[in-house]
């Protein structure tokens, strides 16, 4: 049974940073392209960012770009996502999924990120 | 890029069929095939439900059942039942090469 489960997140101040992880199993993580995406109060669900298989690919939406990092260690399957200079729009539930071409298939849990002072 | 118009809420009573629509743009739902439909239980994380249009990943119920005509795709849900409340979510491939999402939309059953 494929499994994610992320942690790092919690209260962060405007301009600082978080971690996040999303640790995988049940499947041959190296196989699949990964994805991060968020649930916020005020846009809704939002695709964030994806990476390919060998990490060689990286896709980012322009309100993240240059601020968050997409990252993944296929020794130990696990997906990150190095997220700096936050702001408040940045607050939602952060959930990593398996992607493929056109859809999100498995998702975690969701952890949840609150940017505030 | 504009979120994905679908309407707040629609609802129905046991056993009957509900339409939810999802509006996009020639940029989106009008050029790809990669329109996915997602549902979501209070405090659940999301599920995919429909993908590519129409496809049913296995084990979801032939009662969910996707279409697209022009810049409109559809969730069709038929034969309701209770544990079909939930919000739904469309979401469609971009021109500008990122995905979006529609607000969502809440099934109460009646």
């Known amino acids: 049974e494929v499994q994610l489960v992320e942690s790092g997140g919690g209260l962060v101040q405007p301009g600082g940073s978080l971690r996040l992880s999303c640790a995988a199993s049940?499947?041959?993580?190296?196989?699949?392209?990964m994805t991060w995406l968020r649930q916020g109060p005020v846009k809704g669900l939002e695709w964030v960012a994806n990476?390919?298989?060998?990490?060689?690919?990286?896709y980012y939406v322009d309100s993240v770009r240059g601020r968050f990092t997409i990252s993944r260690d296929n020794t130990e399957n696990s997906l990150f996502l190095q997220m700096n200079t936050l702001r408040a729009e940045d607050t939602a539930v952060y959930y990593c999924?398996?992607?493929?071409?056109?859809?999100?298939?498995?998702w975690g849990q969701g952890i949840l990120v609150s940017v505030s002072s | 890029q504009s979120a994905l118009t679908q309407p707040a809420s629609v609802s129905g009573s046991p056993g009957q069929s509900i339409t939810i629509s999802c509006t996009g743009t020639?940029?989106?739902?009008?050029?790809?095939?990669?329109i996915s439909w997602y549902q979501q239980h209070p405090g659940k994380a999301p599920k995919l439900m429909i993908y590519?249009?129409?496809n049913r990943p296995s084990g979801i119920s032939n009662r969910f059942s996707g279409s697209k005509s022009g810049n409109t795709a559809s969730l069709t849900i038929s034969g309701l039942r209770t544990e079909d409340e939930a919000d739904y979510y469309c979401?469609?491939?971009?021109?500008?090469?990122?995905?979006?999402f529609g607000i969502g939309t809440t099934v109460t059953v009646l």
């Open positions: 999924a398996t992607f493929r071409i056109g859809y999100f298939e498995k």
């Open positions: 049940g499947f041959t993580f190296s196989s699949y392209w």
């Open positions: 990476i390919k298989e060998d990490g060689s690919e990286k």
């Open positions: 020639s940029g989106d739902i009008g050029a790809y095939k990669y």
């Open positions: 590519e249009v129409s």
């Open positions: 979401s469609s491939y971009t021109s500008s090469n990122i995905y979006v």
